[in-house]
């Protein structure tokens, strides 16, 4: 089994930074796709970006060009970087990842496609305006 840990969460002003990370345990062999989704009040849950443990990575067309995703696979640990941050980047956000291997963006837009998904408790992220 996998536990996930987010930490990196905070208060920030519009136009700020934030850096997530999220430190993966137990069988971490067995994960490739890692993967970051928020969800903010009342809202649906929004897939923000996704990494293979080679570093091929795709984010959600909101976020492109603002955050970036990586990994430290040695340290089991993957980290979302976020510039330029705007009221509605405010979420909790969990980093997530599934146990089938060859997971797509597609699949991980549905949760239908990805039954079987390791995720951490979230962390939470206001940007105040």
């Known amino acids: 089994q996998v536990q996930l840990v987010e930490s990196g969460g905070g208060l920030v002003q519009a136009g700020g930074s934030l850096r997530l990370s999220c430190a993966a345990s137990?069988?971490?062999?067995?994960?490739?796709?890692m993967v970051w989704y928020r969800q903010a009040p009342g809202k649906q849950r929004e897939l923000v970006a996704a990494?293979?443990?080679?570093?091929?990575?795709n984010y959600a067309d909101s976020v492109r060009g603002r955050f970036t995703i990586s990994r430290d696979n040695a340290k089991n640990t993957m980290y979302l970087q976020m510039n330029s941050l705007k009221p509605e980047d405010t979420a909790v956000y969990y980093c997530?990842?599934?146990?089938?291997?060859?997971?797509?963006?597609?699949?991980?837009?549905?949760?239908?496609?990805?039954?079987?998904?390791?995720w951490g408790q979230g962390t939470q992220v206001t940007v105040s305006s």
């Open positions: 997530a990842a599934p146990s089938r291997w060859d997971s797509s963006w597609s699949d991980l837009l549905d949760s239908s496609r990805s039954p079987h998904m390791y």
């Open positions: 137990g069988s971490t062999f067995s994960i490739n796709v």
């Open positions: 990494i293979t443990r080679g570093d091929n990575t």
